[in-house]
């Protein structure tokens, strides 16, 4: 049975005694994106412009914590697959990667048309800005479940991953989850 926490927060969704079924394709579906309009700018007054007014908080917060986003952040740098850029390939040269249901020149088009599939470009400063965006998980009544606070300039993987874990430590472990996300396609291939 899910956690008393996600119960609370979508009993729709969360509520039931059934936690896992065989039958189903996902037990439980939810969706990610990010937000870079609410940012935080540095407090220039405070020796550290990072400075944060305090480290308590609630119990029953649907923040992920710093310590949290920077275990995630240094494990996916970890295991994170470094590819070597490629050089054009023609169409006649086209292939499948190991793993994935789509032809590699159609992945190269959806993650070069994704803004938010480019880590490097910048879509908030972190020369003025301490947090940068927002990304939240949602169930599929639009309750958030977790959210994080983004604080560097591109929309990195290590947010979603941590999402996710944080979302598989409240639910039995047999537990499927149905994941929308604008820019999965990227996510699966890079792992």
Known sequence: RPSEYLR???????GGAVAHDDTFVADYIA????CF????????S????????????HHDSQWLTEAELKEMEDEAESICIHRPPKPKKSADNDSMEPGMSLP?????D???SFIAADEKR????????????????????????????MTHKGERQHYVLA????????????????LLYNIACQLKRSM
């Open 110 to 112: 959806c993650g070069n």
């Open 163 to 178: 999402l996710i874990k944080k979302f598989f430590q409240h639910v039995p472990a047999k537990a499927t989850l149905g």
């Open 46 to 57: 405070a020796r550290d412009p990072d400075h944060r007014d305090t480290h308590r908080s």
């Open 122 to 149: 910048e879509k908030a400063s972190t020369q003025f800005f301490a947090d940068t965006g927002l990304m939240a998980l949602l169930c599929r009544h639009d309750h958030c479940l977790f959210a994080v606070n």
């Open 8 to 14: 609370r927060r979508c009993r729709l969704c969360f």
């Open 104 to 108: 590699t020149s159609v992945l190269d």
């Open 31 to 34: 969706c990610v994106d990010a």
């Open 37 to 44: 309009t609410q940012k935080r700018a540095k407090n220039y």
